[in-house]
């Protein structure tokens, strides 16, 4: 990052992992938020292979997954030129493979714990999040990430803070991350009850392909990602 304040010139190097946040049309989360009733309604329950403390999580069938994919394509090559960008890697043009998809249902005292994912990449999208977690949040008193945030961490903490580390985030409806799958993050509980914070994740595999560049490359620069 270049910096110029008062004359003075200076670059400033990009620090940690990829960490992207934007937002998806309104269209889609409705119809996650539809399809999850609907795999909730059939039993699709994944919870048993998922690191959350999360009663209700549900996969998606794989017509939904299909449909999915394909209409965040642009948002996941948006992704891809981000990456490559932020760690100056050539923009090595890859497909994607999904490894996974489902929904998570969270109620009052649930949480995600420290974990990572399989894949290459991850993503989180954020279907409905209730307006009472406001005030629950504008009440709590602790140092510690507010009830039903998301934080991500990919060392140890800096006390003072002489680095930055991680981050954490108030997610609201409508927003997606994409970070790296190996990234640790892991999500607040809220105690309010009778409202559900609707979020939708899954993990994305990296194919690449060396041979499409101008001049073709014969073969992946050394621990390229």
């Known amino acids: 990052m270049a910096i110029n304040t008062k004359g003075l010139k200076a670059t400033v190097f990009n620090w940690g992992p990829c960490v992207m946040q934007t937002t998806v049309p309104k269209y889609i989360t409705d119809k996650l938020i539809?399809?999850?009733?609907?795999s909730e309604y059939k039993g699709m329950?994944?919870?048993k292979r998922l690191a959350g403390h999360i009663k209700n999580q549900v996969e998606y069938s794989h017509e939904v997954q299909k449909w999915f994919y394909s209409e965040m394509l642009p948002i996941f090559q948006m992704y891809r030129y981000v990456h490559c960008q932020y760690h100056k890697l050539p923009n090595i043009p890859c497909t994607f493979e999904p490894q996974a998809l489902w929904c998570n249902f969270q109620k009052s005292k649930e949480f995600n714990p420290h974990h990572i994912h399989i894949g290459d990449f991850s993503f989180v999208v954020y279907c409905q999040i209730p307006?009472?977690?406001?005030?629950?949040?504008?009440?709590?008193?602790g140092t510690a990430a507010l009830p039903g945030e998301i934080s991500w961490e990919f060392?140890?903490?800096?006390?003072?803070?002489w680095a930055t580390t991680g981050i954490g985030h108030q997610p609201k409806e409508g927003e997606c991350f994409i970070f790296p799958a190996m990234l640790q993050h892991w999500v607040?509980?809220?105690?309010?009850?009778?409202i559900e914070r609707?979020?939708?994740?899954?993990n994305v595999k990296n194919f690449y392909?060396?041979?499409?560049?101008n001049p073709p490359m014969a073969k992946l620069?050394?621990?390229y990602f």
């Open 221 to 223: 620069p050394e621990n």
């Open 209 to 213: 392909h060396p041979e499409k560049m």
């Open 188 to 194: 607040m509980p809220f105690y309010t009850e009778n």
């Open 45 to 47: 329950k994944t919870s």
């Open 198 to 202: 609707i979020s939708v994740s899954g």
């Open 131 to 141: 307006k009472e977690l406001e005030k629950e949040r504008e009440e709590f008193y």
């Open 34 to 38: 539809e399809e999850g009733r609907v």
């Open 155 to 161: 060392t140890q903490q800096a006390r003072p803070r």
